[in-house]
């Protein structure tokens, strides 16, 4: 089915396949040898539901996300369903490909996460980020899937009305 673009759709990860906001507590852990409580439990953003200032401390930013490695990457847990709802998808024929503003050193840890979990994902392509543009773009205008799925408004941006865009809102 590789190719057929009739068939394909791209689904971000982080807040749609995994649950990003789990791997917090494991790297506070590792950057600052303390344990992080859940301060807001149905929160969107994991810095608000564990009570971290992290937007606002630049050092604070760089030595916490330098401690997300291959081993966080690779062991994300699903978001409720979406495993079921990603294999009920290719079964009724769809191609799968997930994209990803990850920096794309971690794509193959990615792609072994989502393939461990059951996903039938067999491509990543991790975008990074790009100050003030849409770091999906490129991937979504070069693979022209009939829908894109994410959690991200701003990963929506420019994306063209050919593709259908599909806003997911995890609830925990």
């Keep these: 089915m590789k190719g057929n673009m009739q068939k394909r759709i791209v689904v971000d990860a982080d807040g749609v396949l995994l649950d ?3 791997s917090y507590p494991k790297v506070w852990l590792k950057a600052f040898g303390r344990e992080l409580k859940v301060v807001t439990p149905n929160s969107y953003h994991a810095h608000v539901q564990y009570g971290l200032d992290i937007p606002n401390d630049e050092a604070l930013t760089t030595t916490f996300f330098s401690h997300f490695d291959e081993e966080v990457w690779q062991t994300l847990p699903e978001c409720p369903g ?6 009920q998808l290719h079964k009724a024929g769809f191609e799968l490909v997930c994209v990803t503003a990850m920096p794309p050193k971690f794509a193959k840890a990615r ?3 989502l393939r461990t979990l ?5 491509q990543v392509i991790a975008t990074g980020r790009v100050e003030g543009l ?21 990963n929506f941006v420019d994306i063209p009305s050919t593709i ?8 925990y």
């Design 111 to 113: 792609l072994f996460n």
């Design 134 to 154: 849409n770091p999906k773009l490129a991937a979504l205008t070069q693979l022209n899937p009939i829908a894109f799925v994410d959690d991200l408004g701003a």
């Design 118 to 122: 059951g996903f039938p994902i067999d």
């Design 164 to 171: 259908h865009k599909g806003s997911v809102s995890v609830t």
């Design 20 to 22: 990003y906001r789990a």
């Design 82 to 87: 979406a495993v079921l709802a990603c294999q």
